[in-house]
């Protein structure tokens, strides 16, 4: 089955410093994903890379694509307190006949401490 | 252009009643995606849907759950005869789907708790 598999499956850090966040998928895709969740709260976009791009930048935020290792990276630069939260990659791949489908990993939880 | 809304965002029934999820997507969006997650894990895939249409359901049980789309008004997620392991937040997407993809606008949520 697609799959993402975030890990670690948590994370602790101080602020200032840098978080790394990884992803494995097992099928081919069109895209993939990473969203940001505060506790209780939905799911927020942060960042699509495509299946032919191999990196992406957005702010503190950069995300690596190895389509042959199947797998994805998020690193999150001068972290600060208020990036605590969970993170999830999700891939998404069109169906055969109509639609686009969103596999989401069980995510990380990141915490960092002030 | 309000969000994805979800109502209501806590809901609390006996096992047995019937539980009501709506979602309204954002404006412009016809792909209504529900998701299940329980505490500290990730999201569960249940149901795809356009306007009057069904696209996926592989990931909702075949008993007691069901979801439509109608062409007028919400979304709405309906869990009849609940049982307490049904206790959880259920999260609504929408997307203006295209062939080049796109990304998932999600609700707040609805936390269904099950006495």
């Known amino acids: 089955s697609q799959q993402g598999e975030e890990d670690p499956q948590a994370l602790s850090i101080q602020e200032g410093e840098n978080a790394t966040m990884n992803c494995s998928y097992k099928t081919s895709i069109n895209n993939l994903q990473w969203y940001r969740q505060n506790s209780g709260r939905g799911l927020v976009h942060l960042i699509l890379?495509?299946?032919?791009?191999r990196e992406k930048h957005s702010g503190r935020l950069r995300v690596t694509l190895d389509t042959s290792k199947k797998s994805s990276s998020l690193l999150i630069t001068a972290s600060r307190a208020a990036d605590t939260a969970s993170y999830f990659c999700?891939?998404?791949?069109?169906?055969?006949?109509?639609?686009?489908?969103?596999?989401f990993g069980p995510g990380t939880r990141l915490s960092v401490l002030p | 252009n309000a969000g994805v809304m979800q109502n209501p965002r806590h809901l609390v029934r006996r096992r047995g009643q019937e539980a009501r999820l709506r979602c309204s997507p954002m404006k412009g969006h016809s792909h209504v995606y529900w998701y299940r997650q329980l505490p500290e894990e990730g999201l569960k895939f249940m149901v795809y849907l356009q306007k009057e249409n069904i696209i996926d359901e592989s990931g909702m049980p075949k008993e007691r759950f069901s979801a439509e789309f109608p062409k007028e008004g919400p979304s709405i997620l309906r869990i009849q005869q609940v049982v307490r392991g049904d206790s959880a937040a259920y999260f609504c997407?929408?997307?203006?789907?295209?062939?080049?993809?796109?990304?998932?606008?999600f609700g707040e949520g609805s936390r269904l708790t099950v006495l």
């Open positions: 999700a891939t998404d791949y069109l169906r055969d006949n109509y639609g686009q489908n969103f596999v």
């Open positions: 890379i495509r299946s032919n791009e």
């Open positions: 997407a929408s997307s203006p789907w295209t062939a080049a993809g796109g990304e998932l606008f």
